[in-house]
C-alpha cells in the first residue's frame, strides 16, 4: 500500500514511530517561542555581544539560573499547590475543580488525550475552554480557559489558575525540560502541581529561589488496589474487566488472538503507535458495559490518559525494551500501571493485579509497596534564543555542530540535566545540508518524528526538501489522497499507522509554517480516515462479529470517505 501512498520515493513501510507516544510522543514537541519569552535579558545580551566587547565574555552555556529565563512569572508572587498521592486518589479532580471556578485558566498534560478530556470537561460545565496541542488548535468564543499539552504552555501570559499534570515527569530523559519550563515560567496566582511523592523534595528545591509560597496536599487512594498471591495460571481465567498488560505490538496481537480463541471475550487493544482516536475509541468500547469487547489487551500507554474501568490488571512480563536494553520495570511503571485497575464509583471500585508468570510475583509486590525513588534532577534543553546567540560565535557551523558543541559545554546547577537529543541531532545532520537558516531548521528537529524509522525519516526529509527548494510543501507531493484502505495484514495495519503518523508530521509542520504548508485541511481528514480503517479492521479481527457495531462502524466510515473523496479529488 506505501507505494501507492508514497511519491518520488520508493520505500517499504511508513514504519512505526515514537513521535506520538507519551504521546511520546510528544517527544521535543516543543513550539518556537518569541525572542522576548525566555530570557529577561535577551535585549541586554544582544547588546552586550553587539557592543564592539568581546562576545566570549558572556557565557550562552550557564543554564545555572533556568528561574531567571521567566520574567513573567517572575513578577508574580505564585501560590503553588502540589496535589500529591497515587493512582486513583482524586488530586487531579481537586485541582481541575479549582480550575473551573477560576476567572481565567490554563491545564498542562502530558498527552493530547489528557488536554482533550479536560477541554471537554470544562466545555460541558459552560466554562469556554481552548484546546491546543502540537497538532490541533480549537478554539472557543468567549474562552479564558485552555487545555494544552505542556510542550504548548504559554509562559507569557498571566492567569488566575493553572495545573501541570504528572508533574513527575520534569525526570524525564526526553520530555522533562517542558515541565521544568511550564513549572519555572507559567504566569500564575495559582500553580496547581499533580503527580507522584517523589517530586516533590526537587520541586521545592527548585522553587526555593522564585519567591513561591509552597503548599503539599497529601491523599490517599480512593478504592483499594489488592495485589494477588497467584498468578493467572490458564487464559481460562479470563474474566470481563481485565487488561492483560504486555509491551510490544506484537505480543499485544498475540495475546488478542490467545483470549479471543477461547470463544468467551472479545478484546479491545491500547498501544502507543495506534493514533490517539483509536485509542480513544478502543477504550470506549472496553468501558461499555452493552459492548462485547470486555477485555483489554494494552502497552503502558494506559499508564496515563485514558479514564479505563479495569477489574485486574495482568501484567505478561515485568521487563521491557526502553530502546536500548531488556530491563526491568521500575517501581513508578509498576505502580503507574498496577493502580489503572479499580476506579472509583465505575463498576470495578475495588482493583486488583498480579502476573502471568508466578516468578514474576516477587517484584510485583515489592514494587507496590516500595515508595517511588526520590526524583534528583529536572530537566532543561536550550531555546532557539540562546542556540541563535550561541551561533553567532561560530558563524561557520552547522546546527548539528552548535547544538553539540553547547550541549557538551553546557554549565548547569545539580539540580538540572540537559535533556537527551539525540534524535534532534540526527534530524540537525540530514538539516544541515539544505539551504535552510537557523531558525526552520531548528523548527525541523523539534518537529515530531523518530529519524531510526526510515519511511518517518524520508518523510521529515522530503517535506523540509520541498521547503528549502520552493518555500511551498503540497501533501500531493508525497502522499495521494484516495488510496487508503482497510488494511489486510498485520504488517498493513503497521504501514497505515505510520502513513497516520507522516500526516500528523505535515499538520503540525502546518500549524508552524502555515503558508508553505497549506493542506492543512486536506491532511487532517485523511488522517481521521486513517483512524477509522485501523478501528475497522482492529473489530474485523475477532471470533465473531458484532454485527450492530460494525454496520455503524461501516456507515460512518464510508460516508466520511465519500464525502472527503467529493471535496478534495473532484479536481
Known amino acids: ?133 502540537g497538532q490541533e488548535k480549537e478554539e472557543v468564543d468567549g474562552a ?62 527548585l522553587l526555593k529561589v522564585t519567591g513561591d509560597d509552597v503548599q503539599v496536599q497529601s491523599y490517599e487512594r480512593l478504592s483499594p488496589l489488592v495485589p494477588l498471591e497467584v498468578p493467572l495460571g490458564s487464559f481460562s481465567n479470563i474474566r470481563t474487566g481485565d487488561c492483560i498488560v504486555t509491551f510490544s505490538r506484537k505480543e499485544i496481537y498475540k495475546l488478542k488472538k490467545r483470549i479471543e480463541s477461547r470463544g468467551k471475550h472479545l478484546c479491545s487493544v491500547v498501544y502507543g503507535s495506534l493514533p490517539p482516536e483509536t485509542r480513544t475509541r478502543q477504550a470506549t468500547m472496553f468501558n461499555d458495559t452493552s459492548s462485547e469487547f470486555d477485555v483489554l489487551v494494552a ?39 498496577a493502580g489503572r485497575a479499580g476506579r472509583y464509583g465505575s463498576k470495578f471500585p475495588m482493583g486488583e493485579v498480579t502476573c502471568l508468570d508466578a516468578d514474576d510475583l516477587p517484584l510485583l509486590h515489592s514494587s507496590l509497596k516500595s515508595p517511588s525513588p526520590i526524583l534528583e534532577q529536572a530537566g532543561l534543553f536550550p531555546s532557539f534564543d540562546l542556540i541563535f546567540m550561541y551561533s553567532r560565535l561560530q558563524p561557520k557551523r552547522g546546527l548539528y555542530q552548535i547544538l553539540e558543541h553547547f550541549i557538551e559545554n553546557a554549565k548547569l546547577s545539580e539540580n538540572y540535566f540537559i535533556a537527551n537529543c539525540e534524535e534532534q541531532l540526527k534530524v540537525a545532520a540530514v538539516i544541515d545540508e539544505l539551504p535552510l537558516g537557523l531558525q526552520d531548521k531548528y523548527l525541523f528537529c523539534i ?14 526529509t522530503q517535506f523540509a526538501e520541498n521547503y528549502a527548494k520552493k518555500g511551498l510543501v503540497h501533501l500531493r507531493e508525497i502522499f495521494t489522497p484516495g488510496t487508503l484502505q482497510v488494511p489486510k495484514t498485520h504488517s498493513a495495519l503497521k504501514e497505515l499507522e505510520s502513513i497516520h503518523k507522516v500526516l500528523e508530521l505535515y499538520v503540525w509542520l502546518s500549524f508552524r509554517l502555515e503558508d508553505s504548508f497549506p493542506d492543512r485541511e486536506l491532511a487532517s481528514s485523511q488522517k481521521a480516515i486513517c483512524s477509522l480503517l485501523i478501528e475497522e479492521f482492529l473489530e474485523r479481527l475477532g471470533w465473531q462479529k458484532p454485527t450492530s457495531r460494525r454496520l455503524t462502524s461501516s456507515a460512518r466510515l464510508n460516508s466520511l470517505i465519500a464525502n472527503k473523496k467529493r471535496h478534495y479529488l473532484c479536481d
Not at 112 to 121: I, T
Not at 308 to 315: A, P
Request: with cysteine; charged share 25%; glycine share 6%.
Open 1 to 133: 500500500m506505501a507505494s501507492l501512498l508514497l511519491r518520488q520515493r520508493r520505500v517499504s513501510a511508513l514504519g512505526v514511530s515514537r513521535i506520538l507516544q507519551a504521546d511520546n510522543g510528544d517527544s521535543f514537541r516543543l513550539r518556537l517561542e518569541s525572542k522576548f519569552e525566555t530570557f529577561a535579558s535577551i535585549g541586554v545580551m544582544i547588546r552586550k555581544y553587539s557592543s564592539g566587547k568581546s562576545a566570549a565574555k558572556f557565557d550562552f552555556t550557564d543554564l545555572t539560573c533556568p528561574h531567571t529565563w521567566y520574567p513573567n512569572a517572575r513578577k508574580k508572587n505564585r501560590k503553588v499547590f502540589l496535589h500529591v498521592g497515587p493512582t486513583n486518589s482524586g488530586k487531579t479532580y481537586h485541582a481541575l475543580k479549582r480550575l473551573e471556578s477560576s476567572p481565567s485558566g490554563i491545564y498542562c498534560g502530558p498527552l493530547r488525550l489528557l488536554a482533550w478530556e479536560v477541554s471537554k470537561r470544562l466545555n460541558k460545565a459552560k466554562v469556554p475552554c481552548d484546546l491546543i496541542t
Open 299 to 337: 502497552s503502558d500507554a494506559i499508564g496515563m490518559g485514558l479514564n479505563l474501568n479495569i477489574s485486574r490488571v495482568i501484567f505478561s512480563t515485568l521487563k521491557k525494551f526502553d530502546g536500548f536494553e531488556m530491563r526491568d520495570l521500575t517501581v513508578p511503571e509498576i505502580k503507574q500501571i
Open 447 to 460: 518537529s515530531p518524528v523518530d529519524m531510526n524509522d526510515e519511511i518517518s525519516s524520508q518523510g521529515l
Open 144 to 205: 479564558k480557559h485552555k487545555a494544552v499539552t505542556v510542550e504548548m504552555a504559554d509562559v507569557t501570559t498571566d492567569y488566575h489558575c493553572a495545573i501541570i499534570d504528572e508533574i513527575q515527569m520534569l525526570g524525564c530523559k526526553t520530555r522533562g525540560f517542558s515541565f521544568t519550563r511550564a513549572l519555572l515560567g507559567i504566569a500564575a496566582d495559582e500553580l496547581h502541581l499533580c503527580g507522584d511523592p517523589a517530586a516533590v523534595p526537587l520541586i521545592q528545591e
